[in-house]
């Protein structure tokens, strides 16, 4: 009678899901999985090692099971929050993420919705129905128990009241100290189509799907002379990579391309989309073959001397900079001049590191001038807001819109500040920075503006501390290019506008800022602004140990120009509108 009930129970289009025994997720810590929430804020499942689980719920739009339950998911919830970690997944290929969200909404969702939508974690845990719960070690990501939430919930039925708590009773057991008994439970919910399912990925072949993937989004970093520590050269060091590679695509590591991908559109974007993420992770779980044809990364020609945009008009190399083996190295600075005898419109920068590994970000400005701001009514700062150029090591090249440039006048001194960073080993870099001129002048001066707020307190072992900077504009302008700038305990940041009708659009959002990887947003379609918009920097900072960044949790920390202080600042650079 049971077996044709469930028979029944599957051409209805439910699945019914029976785990014998807790299964680990892949390899313990190595398994540290990253997700988007529906709101667009980010998850690593590291940041959560200091609860004493992460608790999931599997979550479908339209699922009535997953409606029906989340009274008693939400009731769990208050019960609990403050010992352990609670989300919602959902690995539905159907559901986008604003439709997640107007479902969170509707249903007054009381934590955050993390988005599957590569299914690798849900390859990974073999999830096949929705309404199911989830308990994962905080460290070890082992399955300490799955199965339904309670057994108030049957299909096309319900009681008025539970008889059976199972999630209440498994967390209350974690919290005594004690092992969770294996469960046979039924999850009873609605099925979750899996790509594994309806796709043949077997047939995936590095030379004619990987290696493509990787020269797009990789090998500008991973090449002979650039700032990453191995060269993505062959299939060989592919296969023998595959371990990392996979490792740092489960946990959006890499590539480092920070900015939400359905915020704005940026034309230097190398930002890896999910549908080619899963193709090299399942290339290496399924047996990684060759394919024909030649290497494609082999064939990639391996000179990095010579300029991306072909030999400046001007190359000034500066002075020799020792870098010690090991410690926090504060900014270097260096003044230079220009080799030439007239005035110049600049229409661009490129900086090439002597040594591109110790190379971490530059800031070039014209601050002996440290001209007022045309748009803003307040005091100019030098470094920010007279900027040319900024940019990370590594072949990094700076060619400002058609049309603009930067004036300087003949005999400008213009300074370098130069984050270096070490590599276990001393160092020497003897960097060159070339710049490119126009013929005849630009229509438009290309001006730098950068809100930011040095009156900030960030406390000791703090989360989530939320500090704004804002500037009113007093003209027209356009936005071109857009550069969010933290330090070590920064979060999250983003960028906005507040326009004068009481809108706010976001610009940017970098929802896992990284220290490591200072990137300038150079915008596909230039935002126009009307003068009274505020520009609105918005950075979230946490200060605690759950941040793998931070060098010292127990500091109070304030505005300062040292890494081991804070910032928060947003460079961007505009055009006035006539």
Same mark, same amino acid.
């Given at each position: 009678?049971?077996?044709?009930? $469930?028979?029944?129970?599957?051409?209805?289009?439910?699945?019914?899901?029976?785990?014998?025994a807790p299964q680990p997720i892949a390899d313990g810590r190595k398994a540290d999985y990253a997700f988007y929430d529906a709101h667009g804020e980010f998850h690593r $499942?590291?940041?959560?090692?200091?609860?004493?689980?992460?608790?999931?719920?599997?979550?479908?739009?339209?699922?009535?099971?997953?409606?029906?339950?989340?009274?008693?998911?939400?009731?769990?919830?208050?019960?609990?929050?403050?010992?352990?970690?609670?989300?919602?997944?959902?690995?539905?290929?159907?559901?986008?993420?604003e439709s997640v969200r107007k479902e969170a909404e509707d249903f007054n969702f009381q934590v955050p919705v993390l988005l599957d939508s590569n299914q690798l974690f849900a390859d990974?845990?073999?999830?096949?129905?929705?309404?199911?719960?989830?308990?994962?070690?905080?460290?070890?990501?082992?399955?300490?128990?799955?199965?339904?939430?309670?057994?108030?919930?049957?299909?096309?039925?319900?009681?008025?009241?539970?008889?059976?708590?199972y999630l209440r009773d498994a967390l209350t057991t974690l919290l005594q100290g004690q092992t969770i008994a294996k469960t046979f439970e039924v999850t009873k919910g609605c099925k979750v189509t899996r790509l594994s399912k309806t796709q043949k990925e077997d047939s995936l072949t590095y030379t004619q799907d990987i290696a493509p993937i990787l020269q797009n989004h990789c090998v500008r970093c991973h090449k002979d002379g650039g700032i990453a520590p191995w060269q993505m050269k062959d299939y060989p060091t592919i296969v023998g990579w595959s371990e990392m590679i996979k490792e740092v695509l489960w946990s959006k590591r890499m590539p480092p391309w920070k900015a939400d991908p359905t915020i704005g559109e940026f034309t /230097?974007?190398?930002?890896?989309?999910?549908?080619?993420?899963?193709?090299?992770?399942?290339?290496?779980?399924?047996?990684?073959?060759?394919?024909p044809g030649e290497d494609p990364l082999a064939t990639i020609p391996t000179d990095t001397l010579v300029w991306p945009m072909g030999t400046p008009d001007d190359i000034v190399t500066l002075k020799k900079e020792s870098i010690p083996a090991t410690g926090v190295i504060p900014y270097r600075y260096q003044k230079f001049t220009l080799n030439v005898d007239r005035d110049v419109w600049i229409s661009g920068i490129a900086m090439k590191p002597g040594n591109p590994k110790v190379v971490h970000h530059f800031v070039i400005a014209e601050t002996d001038g440290n001209k007022e701001s045309l748009i803003v009514n307040r005091p100019p700062t030098p470094w920010i807001d007279n900027y040319i150029a900024v940019g990370t090591g590594g072949d990094e090249t700076t060619i400002f819109p058609d049309s603009t440039g930067v004036f300087l006048k003949k005999g400008s001194s213009l300074s370098i500040q130069i984050h270096y960073t070490t590599t276990g080993k001393p160092e020497v870099d003897e960097t060159q920075i070339g710049f490119y001129f126009h013929e005849t002048p630009p229509a438009n001066p290309l001006y730098a503006i950068a809100p930011y707020n040095h009156t900030f307190t960030i406390p000791p072992y703090s989360k989530d501390t939320k500090v704004v900077a804002r500037d009113t504009i007093t003209k027209d302008?356009?936005?071109?290019?857009?550069?969010?700038?933290?330090?070590?305990?920064?979060k999250s940041i983003k960028i906005m506008a507040a326009f004068p009708s009481g809108e706010i659009q976001t610009l940017v959002s970098v929802p896992d800022y990284n220290f490591n990887w200072q990137l300038i947003y150079k915008l596909k379609e230039p935002i126009s602004?009307?003068?009274?918009?505020?520009?609105?920097?918005?950075?979230?900072?946490? /200060?605690?140990?759950?941040n793998p960044l931070n060098p010292d949790p127990s500091q109070e920390l304030h505005y300062g120009i040292q890494s081991i202080d804070e910032m928060l600042i947003g460079f961007m650079n505009y055009t006035i509108d006539k």
């Open positions: 009678m049971v077996r044709r009930l $469930f028979i029944l129970l599957f051409l209805f289009g439910c699945l019914v899901s029976c785990k014998e $499942f590291s940041r959560y090692n200091d609860s004493k689980a992460i608790v999931l719920y599997v979550q479908g739009n339209g699922c009535p099971i997953v409606r029906n339950g989340l009274t008693d998911f939400h009731e769990v919830v208050a019960e609990f929050k403050d010992d352990f970690a609670f989300f919602m997944l959902n690995a539905n290929l159907q559901d986008s993420r990974a845990l073999d999830i096949n129905t929705t309404a199911e719960a989830i308990i994962l070690h905080p460290t070890t990501r082992e399955v300490l128990y799955r199965g339904p939430v309670n057994n108030r919930l049957d299909f096309e039925g319900q009681k008025s009241a539970p008889t059976e708590s /230097n974007s190398f930002s890896l989309p999910d549908s080619q993420a899963r193709k090299v992770v399942r290339w290496i779980e399924t047996g990684m073959k060759q394919g302008i356009t936005l071109h290019y857009l550069g969010p700038h933290m330090h070590y305990r920064g602004l009307p003068k009274n918009t505020v520009l609105v920097v918005e950075g979230v900072y946490d /200060n605690s140990y759950q």
